[in-house]
């Protein structure tokens, strides 16, 4: 049995500059991006958000690192075709199942991430369909991998959200990554950290472990003031942008 990777992720929504400071050591080089997501016209489907809705993301950042994913989130062994049962790379996509944890939500995601040359994405984006961005593997994984009905033509893109992320942070002796997002009054952080199960794990004893060390890093995080969001920084973002758009007096 493959047991997939587990991605711990804590997201916090508020005191976003002391957690920081708190956080990040003065001598950590950040990556600094703008990250879009592509969404499907509101309405379809009665959504607001159509391709979310549809456990589909689409995201693309571009600034000192590139490139372009798409994701699968929630979904279940059972979706995956033979070849998207397991992780492989081919040329500059690289295909992988892992599970994602945040305090009670415990969800299988598959994505395909594509690298792109630092910069390239943020001059493609204006006025082009975000499906046309995508390479041979990700449209492959959307047709193979995804329900009948998925409104994936003719897409928009939401966005730029500013994106600062500081990899390998020791956080009590755990490496992880920290990440903020801002854009208009939004401003969230995520702390994660992957785990990769060892060759003589059963899921069971995995899971122990995922469960443990989830565990150590929320009471780290809390430790420095921190409070423990329940919604994930994708979908606060989606949600925000659409229901502005669907309010533009902002009431």
């Not at 493609?124 to 041979?136: E, F, K, N, R």
Request: glycine share 6%.
């Amino acid at each position: 049995m493959v047991i997939p990777p587990i991605a711990l992720k804590i997201n916090l929504d508020a005191d976003i500059a002391n957690v920081v400071s708190a956080l990040i050591p003065p001598t950590a080089t950040p990556i600094r991006r703008s990250i879009w997501f592509a969404e499907a016209h509101p309405g379809i489907g009665g959504s607001t958000t159509p391709l979310l809705s549809s456990r589909l993301i689409i995201r693309i950042r571009s600034g000192d690192q590139d490139d372009i994913s798409v994701k699968l989130r929630p979904c279940t062994t059972a979706e995956l075709p033979d070849r998207w049962s397991r992780e492989f790379v081919d040329g500059d996509a690289r295909y992988r199942i892992e599970a994602d944890w945040g305090g009670r939500h415990r969800v299988l995601a598959a994505s395909v991430v594509s690298g792109r040359p630092a910069g390239s994405m943020a001059a493609q984006i204006t006025g082009t369909d975000p499906v046309s961005l995508l390479d041979a593997t990700q449209r492959q994984f959307v047709v193979a991998c995804t329900a009948c009905g998925v409104p994936i033509d003719h897409l928009v893109t939401i966005g730029p959200i500013t994106s600062t992320a500081w990899p390998d942070v020791d956080l009590d002796g755990a490496p992880v990554t920290v990440e903020r997002w801002t854009v208009a009054d939004l401003d969230m952080l995520e702390v994660t950290m992957r785990l990769r199960p060892r060759p003589d794990d059963t899921p069971t004893r995995f899971e122990h472990l995922a469960s443990a060390r989830l565990y150590d890093l929320e009471e780290s995080v809390r430790a420095r003031g921190a409070r423990i969001s329940a919604m994930s920084k994708t979908e606060r973002v989606l949600h925000t942008f659409r229901d502005r758009a669907a309010d533009p007096s902002g009431a």
